[in-house]
């Protein structure tokens, strides 16, 4: 089985072009007042609740993520969406080692993580946490039934 993200990623790149080109448009207008009759303080706050809906996009930090469960592991590859920043991981578990894992919400909710929990030479690791906030509910699902199949 595998998952993909794709969808999910380009809405959210989508929604930092839009909010960035509106924010950028409003203290354009801000400066420029004599061509434009609106008030100062309109486009003051379009720019600064674009501004906001950008921050809050940058510190939601979304991942694409794959998730592939065939050859005897489990696949995960992901990365950021914004290419600010960009670095590219991968994970892979053989499908008897993964003992656990566990999502949980960090950063007011706006980040979701997977943590995975693997048993190695008689002895448990951790994964670095993967950011799984861009997955859309039914993707979420289907991940959680994906890996606990293999929770052994």
């Known amino acids: 089985m595998t998952l993909r993200n794709e969808i999910t990623g380009a809405k959210t ?7 960035t080109s509106v924010a ?6 801000s400066f420029v007042p004599q061509f434009i009759d609106t008030p100062a303080w309109f486009t003051l ?6 501004a906001f809906v950008l921050c809050v996009i940058l510190l939601a930090n979304h991942h694409y993520i794959m998730v592939d469960d065939s050859q005897g ?10 290419k600010l920043f960009r670095k590219f991981n991968a994970i892979e578990i053989p499908h008897g080692s993964l003992v656990s894992f566990e999502i949980r919400r960090t950063h007011l909710g706006l980040r979701r993580m997977l943590y995975l929990k ?25 991940l959680k039934s994906l890996l606990s199949v293999y929770v052994s």
Do not use: C, H, W
């Open 13 to 19: 790149k989508l929604y930092m072009i839009i909010s």
């Open 24 to 29: 950028v448009f409003s203290l354009a207008l």
């Open 45 to 50: 706050s379009l720019a600064g609740i674009a």
């Open 73 to 82: 592991r489990i696949r995960i590859r992901y990365y950021t969406i914004l």
């Open 118 to 142: 693997q048993k190695v030479n008689g002895q448990f690791g951790m994964f670095p946490p993967i950011n799984i906030g861009a997955l859309s509910a039914n993707e979420l699902e289907k």
